[in-house]
């Protein structure tokens, strides 16, 4: 059709070279009644032939499935070229991956067509109840022709996910070069994002270069090992009082989820009140430093003692906040249940739960209770495996001795963009401006 098209354009360039020039001189520049009711037919014309040209481009795929139909049924030497129009076409329909009407996700590779494998691994698979881990396995991808460079995967998520992935080519893992939205994942490295459309990230988590900027300040005492980190809201003034948030992995909630970042953005815009914010790292020996270990309590209890008597803080229990994520949360939990007079507040996102019968016994069997003012955050995500089951479970007992849990579940995975991305709802919900 396009090409239909500048065909007719050549075809009465003569045409309309006469209708411009006449005797040397610009044919419009004639004023008769006849010559205006030319030039105005000659601007229909135009414009009607630049509308059509367009719309025949736009219309060049109607989606995935017309992409592969034409690509199948191509030559060998026109796919690349087929291929590079689709790729553009589609970055000016919504991007990559293709995110249908359906509801399902088609994941697009375009490699050189001597790949002999093409795998997606990320949450798409819910790994079973004792694995909150990618599966190395993933999914693999078809190959859209015989011999063809073009590989996908169509998959179905719900229609609020968001979810993490890589692409691995004959056992080598990288992001999705078409793909944009990137995540430091930390231990997986650099991943991909994929959302369906009724996920909607929170502004508050991006860096904004028109918010005033709170200031970090490592604790330099022979004691702070672990190593520990204050940040400042912009602004801090010694005389007046501020609450305190307290978390474990200090440097991921630095580095990864952006905790500075998004206090910044929440201060500014009034969400929330001006707030210190302690992060601590953990120790070399991390799963064993938050299994339920005293020692942990000890440091912890040190770190406020300093932070209290340095800092204009509000040093009362309903005034701090410990968060914490994955085994952080396991730690968060048992400060809520340990120390109730230091933290009335504690947030647990994706707790992995694991631990020793033993410390859970006393508690499931009423021996002992959780202090009845203190105030809990639950969270995990429907691709966590066992993590989301055992939210569950510390949900409804909490509920069955009395307590009134906050609970948002969520459907991501085990990951730090997902714990970035929920975390100004959880300072909000604690630390808010606005009624709760």
């Known amino acids: 059709m396009r090409g239909l098209a500048w065909w007719w354009l050549h075809a009465t360039a003569g045409t309309l070279r006469g209708k411009f020039w006449q005797d040397g001189r610009p044919g419009w520049m004639e004023q008769s009644p006849r010559r205006e009711g030319e030039r105005m037919r000659l601007a229909v014309l135009l414009l009607c032939l630049a509308v059509s040209t367009a719309s025949f481009a736009d219309e060049r795929f109607t989606g995935f499935d017309h992409f592969v139909s034409q690509y199948q049924s191509a030559r060998a030497e026109a796919r690349p070229e087929l291929t590079r129009a689709f790729v553009e076409w589609q970055q000016a329909h919504g991007g990559f991956p293709i995110i249908e009407p359906t509801g399902h996700a088609v994941f697009f590779y375009v490699g050189t067509g001597q790949e002999k494998d093409v795998r997606l691994i990320g949450e798409f698979r819910r790994a079973g109840y004792y694995n909150h881990a990618w599966d190395p396995a993933g999914v693999p991808l078809v190959r859209a022709a015989e011999g063809g460079a073009v590989f996908f995967a169509r998959l179905s998520f719900e229609k609020d996910a968001r979810l993490e992935y890589k692409f691995v080519i004959d056992g080598a893992e990288k992001p999705d070069p078409l793909n944009p939205r990137t995540y430091d994942g930390a231990i997986v490295g650099v991943v991909s ?4 459309p009724g996920y909607v990230p929170p502004r508050e988590a991006v860096a904004r270069e028109d918010v005033p900027k709170g200031s ?12 520990v980190t204050i940040y400042l809201p912009a602004k801090y003034d010694a005389a ?16 990864h989820l952006k905790l500075p970042i998004i206090l910044d953005n929440l201060i500014a815009e009034g969400s929330i009140e001006p707030v210190i914010a302690v992060m601590m790292d953990p120790t070399a020996d991390r799963s064993n430093w938050y299994q339920f270990n005293p020692d942990y309590l000890s440091y ?12 204009s803080t509000r040093a009362r229990a309903e005034d701090r906040l410990h968060l914490g994520t994955s085994a952080g949360g396991r730690i968060a939990l048992y400060v809520g249940l340990e120390r109730p007079q230091l933290f009335r507040n504690v947030a647990l996102l994706s707790p992995s739960l694991m631990g020793p019968p033993s410390y859970y016994e006393p508690w499931f069997s009423r021996r002992r209770r959780p202090n009845p003012k203190l105030r809990i955050w639950l969270s995990a995500g429907s691709y966590e495996g066992y993590i989301v089951q055992d939210t569950q479970m510390l949900e409804t007992y909490l509920k069955s001795v009395g307590l009134k849990p906050k609970t948002v579940y969520t459907h991501q995975g085990h990951t730090l963009g997902a714990w970035r991305y929920l975390a100004p709802d959880v300072l909000r919900y604690f630390l808010g401006t606005k009624p709760r």
């Open 193 to 196: 994002e994929v959302s369906m």
């Open 216 to 227: 970090l300040h490592v604790v330099e005492e022979p004691w702070a090992t672990p190593k």
């Open 240 to 255: 007046k009082r501020y609450p305190v948030i307290y978390t474990p992995d200090g440097a991921a909630w630095i580095n």
């Open 300 to 311: 912890l209890e040190k770190v406020v003692a300093y932070v209290d008597s340095h800092y």
